[in-house]
């Protein structure tokens, strides 16, 4: 290992989901670990996440009696894959053995003092399908108090939510003036957050609870976490990835990797150039990854002769953009908001198209797809008072005033009638009459006849318990009538560098590159072109990045 500057064990440029299980899992070994992050913030797009993994036959569900098995798990995937084509990160080897080792994976955190628990009620997303579990998959980490970092805390990267709730929990609270279950949680995060400022801590909660105890756990391993650290290049010789060329005051700066450099440096979402190329016809804007995902470590790969695939599938998360919406926001899904009753989706010629319900993956794709016939990017969400007076809008409260800023710039449309609110959105008024009739049979006889909306528990779940008999189902009836416009977001990209069961990176033929693995939105996604459940893809993150410290570490 001559010419460099320095020498590690094992080397993780990213500091996401897979690269902090990829550092934990060394550094416990007895190994030397760097980890490199580019951006002056810890935990990638993981932390403005909801933190979420969606891991198959785990120790919760056993714990809990739920009726779970590998084989049940199994067969779920087999069916949501079966349609799969052109995808060579899920192959059969890869999808086993996540389905083996993402449960290890799990037991090695948890055995590390990640607090880890699983969320009671969040259906897989396909649930109605063979081996589908309506209680779901799913886990997440507990509240963090983020003083415990010390001077750390100011590098941890902000999530999404600003109270000290679980996700379960923050989805719940909105209906605190017509639910009691709701009202006493309320209470419950109130009294957690007075109890917080008298004790001096500060609790963050889904992804950045969760990257951040895994930081936590990394620093206490004796992890060397380097922020502003951007790798350029990856060190070859002899064919072997031996280390990378990263920055330091301002300069080059060689560091080795005796055991393996991992990848686990996010996809290509804040790259405009690679979305036209491989994701015509969405933008950068609407992504909620975190500005660093800019896509040059895949093509740092690609150069050393890594193949990629996937390249056109992204982690689809509709939102809508209210006025002020500025590049690099989180956006604001509108994934439950367009599933709440007395609500659907409409193209720009005023027809329905698609179940509102389900995956928010094959929701995005439906819209880019029929934007290919009919334009429906973006579409319009259509709802009535009864909507504005029961549910929150783009962030809003149920029955707020809403900004005079959004009707006055068009973002919010508000009419006495449909055949007005067509006018105010350029369709046809006749489709949009009869679509909205149509519709409104359809929830008195409890039967989506067209996109079978609300016959899975998910589609349910995104509703509204609270409503009968179908918590998705309402008829949009009340004036006066509204509309926002939606358009195919995404959390992140899902096609990258092909990898094998090991996380070890291929070449076009097969080939292994010696030393380098990845892991994460990185690399093609072991679920292909669908989504299982939610988590399914820090899931898989965590757990290659887990498989990659294994492999380079001891081989197997």
């Not at 070859?236 to 080795?256: C, H, L, N, S, Y």
């Amino acid at each position: 290992m001559n010419n460099f500057d320095e020498v590690f064990d094992f080397v993780v440029v990213g500091s996401g989901a897979g690269g902090m299980s990829a550092a934990l899992f060394a550094a416990t070994r007895n190994s030397q670990v760097v980890m490199l992050e580019k951006s002056d913030l810890i935990g990638g797009s993981t932390a403005r996440s909801g933190g979420v993994m969606w891991i198959p036959n785990n120790r919760f569900l056993k714990r809990d009696g739920i009726e779970e098995s590998y084989d049940k798990a199994k067969t779920y995937l087999d069916n949501l894959t079966a349609a799969n084509y052109d995808t060579p990160g899920s192959t059969e080897i890869r999808k086993q053995t996540y389905l083996q080792e993402a449960p290890q994976m799990l037991d090695f955190l948890v055995e590390q003092g990640i607090k880890i628990d699983r969320y009671k009620y969040w259906p897989d997303y396909y649930d109605e399908r063979p081996g589908g579990l309506e209680c779901g998959r799913s886990v997440g980490a507990e509240l963090f108090n983020i003083n415990e970092l010390g001077e750390w805390k100011a590098k941890m990267r902000p999530g999404f939510l600003d109270l000290p709730a679980r996700v379960d929990e923050a989805l719940l609270l909105p209906n605190f003036k017509r639910c009691w279950l709701s009202f006493s949680l309320l209470l419950k995060v109130m009294a957690r957050a007075i109890g917080a400022k008298l004790t001096g801590k500060e609790y963050v909660g889904a992804g950045a609870a969760l990257q951040a105890r895994m930081l936590q756990a990394n620093l206490k391993a004796g992890v060397d976490v380097r922020t502003e650290s951007p790798v350029t290049e990856l060190i070859i010789e002899e064919q072997k990835v031996v280390g990378v060329v990263t920055t330091k005051d301002g300069q080059p700066w060689r560091i080795a990797g005796k055991k393996g450099v991992l990848i686990n440096a996010g996809g290509f979402a804040h790259n405009q150039a690679m979305r036209d190329q491989y994701l015509p016809g969405t933008q950068e804007l609407w992504t909620s990854a975190a500005p660093t995902d800019t896509g040059e470590m895949l093509q740092e790969m690609v150069q050393k002769g890594a193949a990629i695939a996937q390249m056109d599938e992204m982690v689809g998360n509709q939102c809508t953009l209210p006025p002020g919406s500025r590049n690099g926001d989180i956006r604001v899904s509108i994934q439950s908001s367009v599933a709440k009753p007395h609500a659907i989706l409409v193209d720009q010629s005023g027809l329905r198209y698609m179940n509102e319900g389900g995956s928010y993956m094959a929701f995005c794709k439906g819209m880019l797809e029929r934007n290919k016939s009919v334009p429906a990017v973006p579409s319009w969400m259509i709802f009535d008072s009864q909507y504005m007076k029961k549910y929150m809008l783009a962030g809003t409260m149920p029955g707020s005033k809403k900004p005079q800023q959004w009707y006055d710039s068009g973002y919010l449309q508000k009419a006495e009638s449909l055949e007005q609110l067509a006018q105010l959105l350029e369709v046809d008024a006749t489709n949009l009459q009869l679509t909205v009739e149509r519709f409104n049979g359809f929830v008195h006889n409890n039967d989506d006849k067209d996109f079978q909306r609300g016959q899975r528990a998910y589609d349910r779940w995104l509703g509204d318990f609270l409503h009968k008999p179908n918590g998705t189902l309402g008829t949009i009836e009340k004036g006066p009538f509204y509309a926002i416009p939606v358009v195919p977001g995404d959390v992140s990209t899902y096609g990258g560098v092909v990898t094998d069961e090991h996380a070890r990176v291929l070449r076009g033929d097969g080939s292994v590159i010696e030393g380098l693995y990845a892991s994460g939105v990185s690399t093609a996604s072991v679920m292909g072109r669908v989504y299982p459940g939610a988590g399914a893809s820090i899931g898989p993150a965590y757990t290659f990045g887990y498989l990659a410290a294994k492999h380079a570490l001891t081989g197997a």
